[in-house]
């Protein structure tokens, strides 16, 4: 259900006419992504043909929001389908935590950390994407790859814990950049190795965008094939922080098969959709859980992952069933891909298909940033 100052942020947006349907902005359907936080903060992208004469609209929007009672500040950003299949964006005008994906030329200044850049997701906390992010990386470098892996979560991360790798220290190179913690045939990295274990992160916005920003640019990641990002919960800063700041190649979305989780899904497929970033495919954990008879006992209902992949006409790359191996290993330290167990198999199997899916994914243009 919408809150209270959502409802008047909707209201305050149709007060201001849609030029082509004469609707209020919200009512035609004008307005998407709204977010509205809990300290007055409101973003919303604002699809229009991306031009000088679409300036006075966002500017009339940004103005008739930022009249709300409780807002506090109001970021509107012009966005619409460019005749070269581009995504056209243009900034907003004063500086906010919510912000369009960069131009082409600002991700050609970032020096690509490895040939194939690809986010690990799930828009839904719980649904066992780190432990799906650490086994596929595991098995990627198993198949012959030199694969990296980001912990990206600043307030939870959990790396060091699967990898075996607490109370280790990235080393500094002679450039004064980070050396990765090296585990399990990975090149790793994570603010689990820069802050105590038993410390609580407690930072705003800004400061977490910043020290996002600083795991990818300082560390010296060397050549890699691949590297994997395993992104926090949601479609938040941190995920356009790295939309920002790499040239991402493709996205992996985890989820469970319950409702609850597809619902985020959509919303997840729907950000990376947004931001020009390819979903590679769609991967179901926790499917089932295999009986003592053999049966399986399908807990959190039976192929909700694969339907929703299969309705959003993402690839759907395969379902991992719920394995005591994968819990243990991760508690352990000795991720289970690293075996030979059929799990190790099944991880495997996924590496190769997310592999085939970041080949075959196409060149997709980065977004374009139109200032006006």
């Known amino acids: 259900m919408p809150t209270a100052l959502e409802t008047l942020v909707r209201k305050a947006l149709d007060a201001v006419a849609d030029p082509v349907s004469g609707k209020g902005l919200s009512s035609s359907g004008r307005v998407?992504?709204?977010?509205?936080r809990s300290d007055g903060k409101v973003g919303f992208v604002l699809e229009t043909g991306v031009g000088a004469a679409d300036e006075p609209l966002r500017k009339a929007a940004e103005e008739a929001v930022m009249g709300v009672n409780g807002v506090?500040?109001?970021?509107?950003?012009?966005?619409?389908e460019a005749t070269t299949g581009a995504r056209a964006v243009t900034p907003p005008s004063r500086s906010t935590a919510i912000a369009p994906p960069p131009s082409p030329a600002a991700r050609q200044e970032v020096t690509r950390p490895a040939r194939g850049i690809v986010a690990i997701a799930s828009a839904k906390g719980g649904v066992g994407k780190s432990t799906v992010a650490v086994n596929l990386a595991v098995a990627a470098?198993?198949?012959?790859?030199?694969?990296?892996l980001l912990d990206a979560d600043v307030f939870g991360p959990s790396l060091p814990t699967m990898l075996g790798t607490v109370g280790k220290r990235p080393e500094l190179t002679a450039a004064k950049k980070m050396?990765?913690?090296?585990?399990?045939?990975?090149?790793?990295?994570?603010?689990?190795?820069?802050?105590?274990?038993d410390q609580a992160v407690v930072w705003r916005g800004p400061m977490v965008m910043s020290a996002v920003s600083q795991l990818i640019n300082d560390t010296d990641w060397g050549d890699l094939d691949l590297l994997f990002i395993d992104t926090p919960p949601g479609t938040g800063e941190v995920q356009l922080t790295l939309v920002q700041k790499l040239p991402l190649d493709g996205a992996v979305i985890v989820s469970t098969p319950q409702e609850v989780a597809l619902a985020d899904v959509r919303r997840g497929v729907g950000m990376f959709r947004k931001t020009a970033v390819p979903v590679l495919g769609v991967i179901e954990n926790m499917a089932w859980f295999e009986q003592p008879d053999g049966s399986r006992a399908y807990i959190f209902g039976k192929e909700g992952a694969q339907r929703t992949a299969e309705d959003m006409n993402v690839p759907f790359l395969g379902a991992l069933p719920i394995l005591p191996v994968l819990r243990e290993g991760g508690d352990a330290g000795v991720p289970a891909a690293t075996g030979d167990s059929n799990a190790a198999e099944a991880f495997r199997l996924l590496a190769e298909a997310v592999n085939e899916a970041l080949a075959a994914s196409p060149n997709k243009p980065a977004p374009t940033i139109v200032f006006e």
């Open 32 to 36: 998407t992504g709204l977010v509205v």
């Open 72 to 80: 506090t500040a109001v970021t509107a950003v012009l966005t619409a």
């Open 179 to 197: 050396k990765p913690v090296m585990a399990h045939g990975l090149a790793t990295m994570s603010i689990g190795y820069l802050v105590d274990p």
């Open 141 to 148: 470098a198993k198949n012959g790859l030199r694969v990296g």
